[in-house]
Structure formats: C-alpha cells, structure tokens
Nanobody
C-alpha cells in the first residue's frame, strides 16, 4: 500500500549538485519518518538524512552543510538537495519510510524505494 519512488539521480562532476526526489503514497497522518540512505559497492547501507512528520531533520556528519532534506506535503514528496558532491558520495540512494521516530539504522525502516544511482562523469 505504501509506495516510494525515487528520481533525480545521475552523473555529476566533483563539486557538482543534484536534487533527489522521493514520491510517497499510502501514508496517513500518524507519526512517520522519511529518510535517505545510500549504499556503495562493498559497503554497508548508511543513513544520510531524515525528516520527521513534524518537520525536524537529521543528517549524517559526512553530509552536514552539503545536503539538505525537505518535504512538500502537497506533493507528497521528500527531496534531498546535494551540493558539493565528492567521489565518496557515489552510491545508490534509497528513499525509506517508517512509522514512528527517525532512525539512522536502515533495518528499522518499513518501506523502501528501488533506488536512484549517483555517479561521477570522470
């Protein structure tokens, strides 16, 4: 019933920017968290940013000051604006959702999108 669809991934240069989008459907007005995770080859899935139903946000230390998560309730969409991208940011980015408070642990989330890839041109 709950569906998450990511878009906006692509290829960028070092220092470039991308905005990822996650269209969410099937939610009511209960407490919930929408988050972004990423996974690079050979590495564990890690939390990037999250936004709670009250609008509060949290970020991984590695992306603070560079990434911004936001939400448009009218469009049922959460965004991840990524600036100053580095090679270390290369990964598959996933949108995830859970009922209750936000968490940086991927295994605590209930629903997942299929991911959108972020790569580099060179």
């Amino acid at each position: 019933q709950v569906q998450l669809v990511e878009s906006g991934g692509g290829s960028v240069q070092n220092g470039g920017s991308l905005r990822l989008s996650c269209a969410a459907s099937g939610y009511g007005y209960s407490d919930y968290c929408l988050g972004w995770f990423r996974q690079a080859p050979g590495k564990e899935r890690e939390g990037v940013a999250s936004i709670f139903s009250d609008g509060s946000t949290s970020y991984a230390n590695s992306v603070k000051g560079r990434f911004t998560i936001s939400r448009d309730n009218a469009k049922n969409t959460v965004y991840l604006q990524m600036n100053g991208l580095k090679p270390e940011d290369r990964a598959m980015y996933y949108c995830a959702a859970r009922y209750g408070y936000c968490s940086a642990s991927w295994f605590s989330y209930d629903y997942w999108g299929q991911g959108t890839q972020v790569t580099f041109s060179s």
